[in-house]
C-alpha cells in the first residue's frame, strides 16, 4: 500500500486523460515531420548554443529513457518524499551520436509505448498529489511532474518547428513581417 506524503498541490489543473492524448501522439507527430527529410532540415541549428532537429529527438529519446517514469516510479515507491536523480540534459548527443533519425525516432516511440503503458498500469488520479523531491525545485508532486513531461514535448515539438522556420528566414522575404516564428527567441 503507498504511504507516501501529499503535497500541497492538488494537482487539478492536470489530467492523465488529457496528458496521455499529448504524449501518445508525440512519436507520431515527430515521425510525420522528421522522417526522410534532408539532412539541411534535421541537421541545422540557430547557432550555439541551440540544438538541431536531430539533437532534439536524441534529448527526447534520452529523457524518455531515464526521466519520467523514474521519477514516477520512485514518487509511487517511497513514503517519504525521495531525491530525484540529476539529469543531464544534453547526454542524448553522446549517447546517440551516429544513429539515424529513424532508428532514433523509432527507439523513442518504443520508450514512449512502454511508458505508457506503465503509466496507465501504475498511476491513478489518487496518486497525483503524491510528491517527489526535485534537486532543484525541492517538493513536487506528481501532477507536476506528469505535466511538466506533457509540455516538455510540446516545448520540443515547438523548438523543432522553430529551427526549422529559421533555415529560411532570409528566404521568405516581406513576408518576414507575418510570420514571427523566424524571429522568436
Known amino acids: 500500500m503507498r504511504t ?5 498541490d492538488d494537482g ?4 492523465l486523460e488529457l496528458g496521455r492524448a499529448v504524449l501518445s501522439r508525440t512519436p507520431g507527430t515527430l515521425r510525420a515531420l522528421l522522417t526522410d527529410m534532408p539532412e539541411e532540415w534535421t541537421m541545422s541549428d540557430e547557432g550555439p548554443p541551440t ?9 527526447l529519446t534520452h529523457i524518455e529513457e531515464i526521466d519520467w517514469m523514474d521519477r514516477t516510479v520512485l514518487i509511487l515507491a517511497q513514503s517519504e518524499p525521495r531525491a530525484f536523480e540529476p539529469v543531464d540534459r544534453e547526454a542524448g548527443f553522446t549517447r546517440f551520436a551516429g544513429w539515424s533519425m529513424i532508428d532514433l525516432l ?3 516511440d518504443t520508450f514512449r509505448s512502454s511508458n505508457l503503458i506503465q503509466l496507465d498500469t501504475l498511476v491513478s488520479v489518487n496518486d497525483l498529489q503524491r510528491c517527489g523531491l526535485h534537486p532543484t525545485f525541492g517538493v513536487v508532486p ?4 506528469l505535466a511538466s513531461w506533457v509540455v516538455h514535448d510540446l516545448n520540443h515539438l ?6 526549422m522556420a529559421k533555415q ?11 510570420l514571427p516564428i523566424v524571429d522568436a527567441p
Open 142 to 145: 506528481l501532477s507536476q511532474l
Open 51 to 59: 540544438w538541431s532537429p536531430y539533437q532534439v529527438v536524441g534529448h
Open 158 to 163: 515547438g523548438q523543432i518547428v522553430k529551427t
Open 12 to 15: 487539478v489543473d492536470y489530467s
Open 106 to 108: 523509432d527507439r523513442f
Open 4 to 8: 507516501n506524503a501529499l503535497c500541497d
Open 168 to 178: 529560411y528566414a532570409d528566404a521568405i522575404g516581406p513576408w518576414r513581417s507575418f
